[in-house]
């Protein structure tokens, strides 16, 4: 089974608005880490945000947050406000703290935003 | 800037050569992870080091080999190179083992295999 499932290939959003990037997950590890990174065409990996399995509240990194649902091992990326440079594929990833020190990455998303 | 390096930044090499990539951790950090980005196989984990021991192996072939140096900077070496291998690949570092803060991407060697 995929550690970490991305169903939306391709995603647009007209600037200014907020876009919800999905993503699940699967694991048995109690405690865990999951993670969005952004990739511009340039190529490098950006770190954005990061939500631990036992943190209460969702995290929140400026325009950022992830929704995060434990219980249907859901951790969505929401970007508000979406700006031309938002245009990038997202991943998300997790690890696993007590199985292995390894990233398990999505397939990624293309966001295009639309001016 | 990552604080994470790698070099080069792009490579073009035949088949059958051998290459080196290179990556310099972020200061202070001491675990290393290299990954490989290519279209058909997405982001795979190829190998972690920490303080110049091998600590997690993934899906990386026997052509390739790794290892981190005392002073830190870590080489994955690609050998008998094929098509297939032409990919990005990332070099990641972090302060500690099993760390989930501060883990940091380079900005990745671009290997082409013509």
């Known amino acids: 089974a995929q550690k970490i499932t991305q169903t939306q290939p391709g995603m647009f959003v007209q600037e200014k608005e907020a876009v919800t990037l999905d993503c699940t997950y699967d694991?048995?590890?109690?405690?865990?880490?999951l993670f969005w990174y952004k990739q511009p065409s340039s190529g490098e990996m950006i770190f954005l945000i990061y939500q631990g399995s036992y943190d209460q509240q969702n995290a929140t990194e400026g325009r950022y947050s992830l929704n995060f649902q434990k219980a249907r091992k859901s951790a969505n990326l929401v970007i508000s406000a979406s700006q031309l440079g938002d245009s990038a594929m997202y991943f998300c990833a997790m690890r696993e703290t007590n199985t292995g020190n390894q990233f398990y990455f999505g397939t990624g998303t293309s966001l295009t935003v639309i001016p | 800037d990552s604080g994470v390096t790698q070099t080069p930044k792009h490579l073009i090499t035949a088949t059958g050569q051998r290459v080196t990539l290179r990556c310099s951790p972020r200061s202070g950090d001491l675990s290393v992870y290299w990954y490989q980005q290519s279209l058909d196989q997405g982001l795979q984990f190829l190998i972690q080091y920490y303080n110049g021991e091998e600590r997690a192996k993934g899906n990386i072939l026997e052509r390739f080999s790794a290892q981190q140096f005392p002073d830190l900077h870590s080489e994955l070496n690609l050998s008998s190179l094929e098509l297939g291998d032409s990919a990005l690949y990332f070099c990641a570092s972090s302060p500690r083992l099993g760390s989930n803060y501060g883990y940091t991407f380079g900005s990745g060697t671009r290997l082409t295999v013509v």
């Open positions: 694991t048995s590890d109690p405690s865990y880490g």
